[in-house]
């Protein structure tokens, strides 16, 4: 692979949004291999795609602002072996097309890699029509599709380059936020239904996706620099197929479990972690951080976090709640 | 050539019947308005067979009225994909052969039954070829009745965009949905204009005469860098007297004497072949 514009730097104090990260793989995937499309529904811009467009135009598919088309072309592109990514805003994707992503997709076995931008509450001020708090649980019931919510910039390159690589479905997830490395970049420290654990503790456990994990991190070191306490740091990346063997082997410790993420306390990471868990007869004690059932304050992401604790010390703060009862 | 298609869409006729009334389960009408598309289309027009399904130079032929995936079967069957005896399983418990088109069943596309999916797809599949400088072409078939689903325009506009001449959609058009009339539940007409000043080419034909058909589909593309549509002006039930344009055999399964009457009536259409022909 020609690597030398868009390798991607994971050095500490080089943290870019992981959609960029996304945009700069997905070129260098492109430079060798001309079935490599990327198709957009007015959405070059927001995706970072513009510069991909430049330079290969005939790898890029625009169809306007047409969600539904958007997969469906998609699906009849990736159908004749084409390495197709879609990408939309990720509220419109998986809301607007969830029927195409259910049967032109999924269903059909087309290998899609639909790309939701601007994920979670990433639209912040834009208002409930542009957050995305509803995907994970859309799509963890359908079928035949893997979702993934990469943490870092090293776990976004990965899970690109490796979905690329699959002739599968996927659902990957993106924020705009400048995400910092969370540790030592390591090939092998990446899987696909493999939870990453960034720190290992004793006291409670830390389940958090996508760009949640980062404040998950801080407010284990906060936890352990003010009080003394250990946690577990868990970058649960792919939310399907979730990492069962990993969530047992957090749960037998007995300790505390607290799941964190942008999205809706229904239906997504933590309600995944905890439906596995009590089936197989594990009774931790257990809290869901996300965003509640309700119209969600507006603000920047960073403002609608700490609205909802999902920040460095709204993350310990619940945490030592937990661990008090 | 003529006289073999002839008896072809009357024999496929009794077939669509025999395995909806062994089901009894099936879309009726629909299957057997589009019968005469697909005999054309299989038997004249597409570069499709068992051995060279896998080929990436086949034509495509992606059905989006998945609705009368009994044509589809029986056809798909004649030409050899799988042995007809599997349609007796059709709709029963654990059956490859279910109420929709499913890639389990060699020769199907793409899984399809929720409407306004065939286009986008076959649009994908056009926008590929394309790309690739092949000469395949993708047909798809639709319903009139599930033009509203705005999936199907926002493909319209793509598939011109893109200058798909190499993309042909047919409309089944038989003016029947399973409220009423399409006309009544939700007028799309004049269906060429709108499809033309979304810059497509639009031919006319009777969707049951065979020769027209043929010359319909031997004319693309009907015109350089645009996608074609072929308004096949058809008859819900064509072919079995009771059941032409009676709303009720959208998805009725006929009695036994109905079905007895019903074979009868095309025995009788098969020993009376146009001098035409």
């Known amino acids: 692979m020609s690597t030398t514009e868009t390798t991607i730097e994971n050095k500490k104090g080089t943290a870019k949004a992981n959609l960029e990260v996304f945009s700069a793989t997905l070129q260098a995937l492109a430079e060798n291999d001309r079935g490599v499309l990327v198709v957009t529904s007015d959405s070059r811009g927001s995706g970072k795609l513009v510069p991909f467009g430049q330079k290969f135009p005939a790898q890029h598919i625009e169809v306007g602002i047409a969600e539904q088309n958007l997969v469906g072309v998609a699906a009849g592109l990736a159908s004749t072996g084409k390495k197709v990514f879609a990408v939309s805003p990720a509220c419109f994707l998986t809301a607007r097309a969830l029927e195409q992503i259910k049967n032109d997709v999924a269903y059909s076995d087309n290998p899609v890699k639909l790309i939701g931008i601007s994920a979670g509450v990433s639209y912040g001020a834009l208002g409930s029509t542009h957050h995305s708090l509803h995907d994970f649980a859309v799509l963890r019931a359908i079928n035949n599709i893997t979702v993934v919510a990469p943490a870092d910039n090293f776990e976004t390159e990965q899970a690109i380059k490796k979905a690329a690589a699959t002739t599968a479905p996927f659902y990957l997830r993106f924020g705009k ?97 905890a439906s596995f868990l009590l089936q197989q007869g594990y009774r931790n004690r257990f809290k869901i951080m996300g965003i509640p059932d309700e119209y969600t304050v507006t603000g920047s992401q960073a403002e609608i976090f700490n609205h909802y604790g999902l920040s460095e010390s709204g993350i310990a703060q619940e945490a030592l709640t937990l661990l008090k009862e | 050539m003529k006289k073999e298609l002839y008896r072809k869409s009357i024999i496929y006729r009794k077939k669509i019947l025999k395995y909806i009334f062994n089901a009894n389960a099936g879309h009726t009408g629909g299957s057997l308005s589009c019968i005469d598309v697909l005999n054309v289309l299989y038997n004249h027009v597409l570069n499709v067979s068992p051995g060279n399904f896998s080929s990436p130079d086949r034509d495509r032929y992606i059905q989006s009225k998945g609705h009368s995936v009994e044509a589809l079967f029986v056809v798909l069957a004649d030409k050899g994909f799988f042995p007809e005896s599997d349609l007796e399983t059709l709709c029963k418990y654990g059956s490859h052969y279910i109420g929709h088109p499913t890639r389990k069943v060699k020769g199907v596309e793409q899984n399809t039954g929720a409407l306004g999916h065939g286009l986008p797809i076959s649009v994908g599949t056009a926008i590929a070829a394309k790309l690739d400088k092949k000469d395949y072409r993708v047909f798809t078939l639709l319903g009139d009745g599930e033009l509203p689903e705005g999936s199907n325009w926002e493909a319209a506009l793509t598939a011109s965009q893109y200058k798909l001449d190499n993309l042909c959609a047919i409309i089944d058009s038989n003016g029947l949905q399973i409220t009423g009339p399409t006309s009544e539940v939700c007028n799309t007409e004049p269906i060429d204009a709108k499809f033309e000043s979304f810059g497509w080419a639009v031919r006319h034909v009777d969707g049951h005469d065979l020769t027209a058909l043929m010359q319909t589909f031997d004319a693309m593309p009907f015109t350089e860098g645009k996608p074609n549509l072929v308004i096949a002006h058809t008859v819900k039930g064509k072919g079995v007297s009771y059941m032409e344009n009676a709303l009720k055999w959208h998805h009725g399964v006929p009695t036994e004497q109905q079905y007895e009457d019903a074979l009868n009536e095309l025995d009788n259409a098969m020993v009376t072949v146009p001098d035409d022909f």
């Open chain 1, 177 to 273: 936020k400048n995400m910092p490395l969370l540790k030592e970049a390591d090939e092998s420290d990446f899987e696909f239904g493999k939870g990453r654990v960034i720190i290992e503790g004793d006291d409670i456990t830390f389940i958090a996706t996508g760009e949640t994990v980062y404040p998950a991190k801080l407010a284990a070191e906060k936890l352990k620099n003010d009080f003394g306490i250990s946690a577990t740091v868990i970058s649960m990346h792919t939310i399907k197929p979730l990492d069962c063997d990993l969530l047992k082997r957090i749960a037998a410790s007995g300790k505390p479990i607290l799941t964190i993420e942008e999205h809706s306390v229904y239906g997504g990471l933590g309600e995944a972690c």
